[in-house]
């Protein structure tokens, strides 16, 4: 491929990721390390800016097949029978492996505690029907069996399952209840951001209430009826209110008089779902985390 004239100053590993939108930045580098990407038949640096005109060969390394195995990690479980475990996640734990997450995800503590799980997604993904963000904590619902994870699937498929979420974002809300509906796709400029600016996005649907109001922020109780990437970080971003602690959707990294987060605002804090068994409603609710509390009792308390 050939830099462009509006390519001109872009970092090496900046400008590919822009172009080869199918690898992440990280697998990028490792390459550029490995002396799989040179500039002008020579090798390079990530950070290498480029001048423009300059000829970029790639030769992609094959990746090892990823397999998760078990690890002693923690784990909340909160409910657990023959077909289902519902987990309370911690903020800052990846759910499965992926680019540049191979080991500590929530799947390695589920082998080591469960031993098997479902297969229908395979060794990398094993019991995970849905998923939550790595820096969002609360509950995920896990299937133990194939015929579980099945059922489930198509519950969230058909939006039977109930997905409550509490979070704090920027603003005050025009309205104490909201319906945000804008398709949702991939930023195509930034690849880690999804986006509600184009029309042709997926389908989604983000409900809101607000449960307090305070000066510049407001904690909002939250259904989503769709489970898109991001949903509710950029829905809210996409009306103006971004999430407490969102830098990547335009929340500043403080605010004055409140505790700095190394996460955002957002907590999965209930989640209803029919037991593939019996067919019985499963409700599993579970209380913010406490950095998040100390944040509204901060609020609270001003």
């Given at each position: 491929m050939?830099?462009?004239?509006?390519?001109?100053?872009?970092?090496?590993?900046?400008?590919?990721?822009?172009r080869l939108?199918?690898?992440?930045?990280?697998?990028?580098?490792?390459?550029?390390?490995?002396?799989?990407v040179?500039?002008?038949?020579?090798?390079?640096?990530?950070?290498?800016?480029?001048?423009?005109?300059?000829?970029?060969?790639?030769a992609?390394l094959?990746?090892?097949?990823?397999?998760?195995?078990?690890?002693?990690?923690?784990?909340?479980?909160?409910?657990?029978?023959?077909?289902?475990?519902?987990?309370?996640?911690?903020a800052?734990?990846?759910?499965?492996?992926?680019?540049?997450?191979?080991?500590?995800?929530?799947?390695?503590a589920?082998?080591h505690?469960?031993?098997?799980?479902?297969g229908?997604?395979?060794?990398?993904?094993?019991?995970?029907?849905?998923?939550?963000?790595?820096?969002?904590?609360?509950?995920?619902?896990?299937?133990?069996?194939?015929?579980?994870?099945?059922?489930l699937?198509?519950?969230?498929?058909?939006?039977?399952?109930?997905?409550?979420?509490?979070?704090l974002?920027?603003?005050?809300?025009?309205?104490?209840?909201?319906?945000?509906?804008?398709?949702?796709?991939?930023?195509?400029?930034?690849?880690?951001?999804?986006?509600?600016?184009?029309?042709?996005?997926r389908?989604?649907?983000?409900?809101?209430?607000?449960?307090?109001q305070?000066?510049?922020?407001?904690?909002?109780?939250v259904r989503?009826?769709?489970?898109?990437?991001?949903?509710?970080?950029?829905?809210?971003?996409?009306?103006?209110?971004?999430?407490?602690?969102?830098?990547?959707?335009g929340?500043?990294?403080?605010?004055?008089?409140?505790?700095?987060?190394?996460?955002?605002?957002?907590?999965?804090?209930?989640?209803?779902?029919?037991?593939?068994?019996?067919?019985?409603?499963?409700?599993?609710e579970?209380?913010?985390?406490?950095?998040?509390e100390?944040?509204?009792?901060?609020?609270?308390?001003?």
């Open positions: 050939t830099v462009e004239s509006g390519d001109v100053g872009k970092r090496l590993d900046a400008f590919l990721t822009e939108t199918e690898f992440s930045r990280s697998r990028l580098q490792s390459w550029i390390k490995k002396d799989r040179q500039v002008d038949g020579a090798a390079a640096r990530s950070s290498q800016l480029l001048r423009g005109g300059e000829s970029i060969a790639v992609p094959a990746l090892a097949p990823l397999k998760a195995g078990p690890e002693d990690l923690p784990l909340k479980i909160l409910y657990e029978d023959a077909d289902v475990v519902v987990v309370d996640k911690a800052g734990m990846v759910v499965h492996a992926g680019a540049g997450h191979s080991h500590g995800t929530l799947v390695n589920l082998l505690h469960f031993g098997t799980l479902s229908v997604n395979g060794d990398v993904r094993p019991g995970i029907v849905h998923r939550i963000d790595r820096d969002t904590s609360g509950l995920l619902v896990v299937a133990r069996t194939d015929s579980a994870h099945q059922s699937a198509a519950q969230f498929l058909d939006r039977e399952v109930e997905k409550v979420y509490l979070t974002c920027h603003g005050k809300m025009g309205k104490e209840e909201g319906r945000l509906t804008a398709p949702i796709s991939r930023d195509r400029v930034r690849r880690t951001r999804m986006t509600t600016k184009i029309a042709s996005g389908n989604a649907l983000t409900e809101y209430r607000v449960l307090e305070f000066d510049k922020l407001s904690y909002l109780e989503i009826g769709t489970g898109r990437t991001h949903q509710i970080r950029v829905h809210l971003a996409g009306i103006g209110h971004p999430v407490f602690g969102d830098k990547l959707y929340a500043p990294g403080a605010v004055a008089g409140l505790p700095v987060l190394d996460r955002f605002f957002l907590h999965a804090h209930r989640i209803g779902f029919r037991s593939p068994s019996t067919g019985d409603w499963i409700q599993v579970t209380p913010l985390a406490p950095e998040l100390g944040v509204l009792a901060c609020l609270r308390s001003a």
